[in-house]
C-alpha cells in the first residue's frame, strides 16, 4: 500500500503562484511514477504532471509545460508542482497519484494510489 497527503493548494489570483506537495509513505518502490491530476467541476479528470522516482523523468501537459514544473525529493519521499503564471482555467482540486501499472503516463487508470485531492482556485 501507498499513502498520499497532498498539501498547499488555495485561493491565488491570475498571474500567481501556487506550489503544491504530495507526501508518499509505504511501499514506494512499488510505484516508479508520481504524477499529478486535476479536476474542475463537470470535467473529467486531467494529467498535470508526472516524474519518475528514478533518474529525472518528467511529462507535462501541454498547457502547463511553460508554466509548471515538477520536481522531488527522494530522501523525504515527496513531489512538488510548482504552478507559476497560474489561470482561471487550472481551477480544479489537484491530485496526486502513483503509479503502479504499465501504460501510459497520462492514463490516470494507470494509477492505483490516490491523494485527497487539495483545491486550487484561480481568480480572474
Known amino acids: 500500500q501507498v499513502q498520499l497527503v497532498e498539501s498547499g493548494g488555495g485561493l491565488v489570483q491570475a498571474g500567481g503562484s501556487l506550489r503544491l506537495s504530495c507526501a508518499a509513505s509505504?511501499?514506494?518502490?512499488?510505484?516508479?511514477?508520481m504524477g499529478w491530476f486535476r479536476q474542475a467541476p463537470g470535467k473529467e479528470r486531467e494529467f498535470v504532471a508526472a516524474?519518475?522516482?528514478?533518474?529525472?523523468?518528467?511529462w507535462y501537459e501541454d498547457s502547463v509545460k511553460a508554466r509548471f514544473t515538477i520536481s522531488k525529493d527522494n530522501a523525504k519521499n515527496t513531489v512538488f508542482l510548482q504552478m507559476d503564471s497560474l489561470k482561471p482555467e487550472d481551477t480544479g482540486v489537484y491530485y496526486c497519484?502513483?503509479?503502479?501499472?504499465?501504460?501510459?503516463?497520462?492514463?490516470?487508470?494507470?494509477?492505483?494510489?490516490w491523494g485527497q485531492g487539495t483545491q486550487v482556485t484561480v481568480s480572474s
Open positions: 497519484a502513483a503509479k503502479d501499472t504499465a501504460g501510459t503516463i497520462s492514463y490516470w487508470r494507470g494509477y492505483g494510489y
Open positions: 509505504g511501499r514506494t518502490f512499488s510505484t516508479p511514477v
Open positions: 516524474i519518475s522516482w528514478i533518474g529525472s523523468s518528467t
